[in-house]
């Protein structure tokens, strides 16, 4: 298995611009995770996903922000409109149960 | 909110000495991870302890996990230059699936 697979890898946007992140999870994983990490905040859980199904988004931070699962290997983080202070790097990891997770490379996102 | 506090945030070292670094969370948890991070990429997982686990090893790591103070701590024997990155420990809780993470400590292991 190629392993968590993120896309793109890095993303320049500008302001008011739809962004859609993409992620390819490890075969035979039930849980999704998205995070973003910033210097001022840290690895923040955005919402995670067991079994295709979103069980907590309380991490989500605006209702510009939002996630689906379509199948069981695949998930994409859209936000609409992008702000500046989006820019950020946005991991998806995913893990089997309650084992380890599993992050990808991440995505690079400017917003100018 | 973060569910795991790491302490120190930054630790710099010489190469060959021990690196140890803390770990304090808040809830229930059923397991506690340790990840690692280089600059620019993404998290590997290093080790998971369960909650019924007081000290795991693997190779030149070695986890505690005091559940009655919510604690747990890392130590990297023997540290190499190649160990510089930013460790971080992140808890699954009793009661759901959600892998909360710290804010890390950055080791610098100088040469």
């Known amino acids: 298995d190629a392993g968590v697979i993120q896309s793109p890898r890095h993303e320049v946007t500008e302001m008011g611009q739809e962004v859609t992140l993409r992620c390819k999870l490890i075969?035979?994983?039930?849980?999704l995770f998205w995070y973003r990490q910033t210097m001022m905040r840290g690895l923040e859980l955005l919402i995670y996903?067991?079994?295709?199904?979103?069980?907590?988004d309380s991490g989500m931070p605006e209702d510009r922000f939002s996630a689906k699962m379509p199948n069981a290997s695949f998930s994409t983080l859209k936000i609409q409109p992008s702000e500046p202070r989006d820019s950020a790097v946005y991991f998806c990891?995913?893990?089997?149960?309650?084992?380890?997770?599993?992050f990808g490379q991440g995505t690079r996102l400017t917003v100018v | 909110s973060q569910q795991g506090e790491e302490d120190p945030q930054a630790l710099s070292i010489q190469e060959g000495e021990n690196a140890t670094m803390n770990c304090s969370y808040k809830?229930?948890?059923?397991?506690l991870q340790w990840y690692r991070q280089n600059s620019g990429r993404g998290l590997v997982h290093l080790i998971l302890?369960?909650?019924?686990?007081r000290e795991k090893h693997s190779g030149r790591l070695r986890v505690t996990l005091d559940t009655s103070k919510k604690s747990s701590s890392l130590l990297i024997t023997a540290s190499r230059a190649a160990d510089t990155a930013s460790y971080f420990c992140?808890?699954?809780?009793?009661?759901?699936?959600?892998?909360?993470f710290g804010a890390g400590t950055t080791v610098t292991v100088r040469a």
């Open positions: 809830t229930s948890i059923n397991n």
């Open positions: 996903f067991n079994n295709n199904v979103p069980i907590d």
């Open positions: 990891a995913s893990s089997s149960d309650r084992f380890e997770a599993f």
């Open positions: 075969s035979g994983h039930n849980s």
């Open positions: 992140a808890t699954r809780r009793s009661n759901d699936y959600k892998l909360s």
């Open positions: 302890i369960r909650s019924n686990e």
